[in-house]
Nanobody, 127 residues
């Protein structure tokens, strides 16, 4: 069983930065691929970024095209935490952001392939 708690959301002006954190409980955090998803009002939840397990691929990272070069995902297995550094934020990044854990070694893009989810944190980017 893994419990995930996100933090770090808030209101920021366009061009600003935020860092989201996702703290995981449980002793098997390092064995899960981790993903960040977001869901804007009236839209489907979408994959934002993911990080593989260190043992499988050294923690390879994956991003949707619209956030490449602006967002960085990282994991700290010693702290059972995954981060999402978001720079150069745009109004279209406004959404509730969720972290999720998958027993796959490589983070899936399909949200149905994740076993555990956090409660979400709101990110609002004003123009």
């Amino acid at each position: 069983q893994v419990q995930l708690v996100e933090s770090g959301g808030g209101l920021v002006q366009a061009g600003g930065s935020l860092r989201l954190s996702c703290a995981a409980s449980g002793r098997t955090f390092s064995s899960y691929a981790m993903g960040w998803f977001r869901q804007a009002p009236g839209k489907e939840r979408e994959f934002v970024a993911g990080v593989a397990t260190i043992s499988w691929s050294g923690g390879s990272t994956y991003y949707r095209d619209s956030v490449k070069g602006r967002f960085t995902i990282s994991r700290d297995n010693a702290k059972n935490t995954v981060y999402l550094q978001m720079n150069s934020l745009k109004p279209e990044d406004t959404a509730v952001y969720y972290c999720a854990a998958s027993s796959a070694r490589v983070p899936p893009w399909n949200n149905g392939d994740y076993e555990y989810w956090g409660q979400g944190t709101q990110v609002t980017v004003s123009s």
